[in-house]
């Protein structure tokens, strides 16, 4: 009666993985961006073995749903929760955030290669190799909102987009308590690089502060171009807003660009700055995980080291 019972199981188990292999697909269609940034579907392995990362976002994702044995290669990381999966054993580096190296990608023979915003230039040689997917932050439905839908496009290559609800869920909360704070504040948001000043807008980086964390962003004008890198701004621009909050993202420090350079608080805090009100009230605030706001933006991680600075700086203090 054992051994009867023990071959049913056994029968049972194989007749389980094969109904599985039936049902799996081995592909499926994502939507993504082409070189262009124009939506376009996409037809990509179901489950794919071998995967090539060449964005921090993308490899945020990537290790938040525990799929970075995955990676086979992957571009240079600048962030400390991402270093140990970019560096390691058996992923090969392949360029930097900005450049990537084109046969280093073909010799890892992805299944997949995950890119960003950047390095578009690349693209046409990079859907040679492999199908490219493309995750770009769209400052239009929100950066919470973006994360999500970008995050369950990657999970669904792996059939777990159930996870991504889980991982997110809190953020929704934490937005309305740091908008509560700020309504009816204003101010100025923008990137220090270089010795010197950017203003930036609702529509590019650090958008979040304005769009969804509720400041007024006072320094956006029709006549400046404030997406990307911002647009340079005199300190007396800000003094003559007088904001009440000014928001700075250190772009240096971000890219690691640190030795011979200004610090974001030694640039701002000038003569002119600090006659402002909110450097006279503690209103200066320096975002203290650039990199995160620069090159992992889009990220879950990120996003939630995001919301921990402002929180830090506003809700905490």
């Known amino acids: 009666m054992k051994k009867l019972l023990a071959l049913a199981l056994a029968l049972l188990m194989i007749c389980g993985v094969a ?3 039936e049902t799996a697909p ?6 993504t961006f082409d070189g262009d940034s124009q939506p376009i579907e996409l037809k990509v392995p179901y489950d794919p073995q071998r995967i090539v990362v060449l964005d921090m976002a993308c490899l945020d994702i990537l290790v938040s749903l525990g799929m ?12 400390e929760y991402l270093d140990a999966y970019a560096s390691a054993d058996g992923v090969a580096n392949v360029g930097t955030v900005k450049t990537f190296d ?4 073909m010799e890892c023979e992805p299944d997949l290669i995950l890119m960003g915003g950047r390095g578009t230039e690349f693209y046409d040689s990079l859907v040679e190799i492999a199908p490219v997917v493309r995750i770009i932050t769209d400052s239009s439905i929100g950066l919470v909102e973006s994360v999500t839908v ?3 496009e990657i999970a669904s290559l792996f059939g777990l987009e159930a996870e991504i609800d889980a991982k997110v869920a809190g953020f929704a909360d934490r937005i309305a308590a740091l908008r509560d704070f700020a309504e009816g504040q204003t101010m100025i948001l923008g990137m220090c690089s270089g ?14 502060i304005g769009t969804e964390i509720g400041f007024e962003n006072i320094g956006v004008a029709e006549d400046r171009e404030t997406s990307t890198h911002g647009d340079e701004a005199s300190f007396e621009f800000i003094l003559d807003l007088n904001p009440d909050y000014i ?4 772009r240096d420090a971000a890219i690691g660009a640190s030795e011979g350079v200004q610090t974001a ?8 700055v600090m006659s402002t009100d909110a450097y006279k009230n503690g209103h200066l605030i320096i975002l203290a995980h650039p990199a995160a706001w620069y090159t992992g933006e889009g990220g879950i991680t990120a996003l939630d080291i995001m919301l921990q600075d402002l929180e830090s700086a506003l809700l905490n203090r």
């Open 247 to 250: 928001f700075v993202m250190d």
């Open 195 to 208: 010795g010197g000043f950017s203003a930036i807008g609702d529509t590019g980086r650090c958008s979040i």
């Open 265 to 272: 608080r030694e640039i701002m805090e000038n003569e002119l």
């Open 19 to 21: 109904a599985c292999a």
């Open 68 to 79: 970075e044995e995955r990676i086979v290669g992957s571009v240079a990381s600048t962030l």
């Open 26 to 31: 081995e592909t499926i269609v994502l939507q």
């Open 150 to 152: 970008h995050s369950k």
């Open 102 to 105: 084109l046969e280093g990608i």
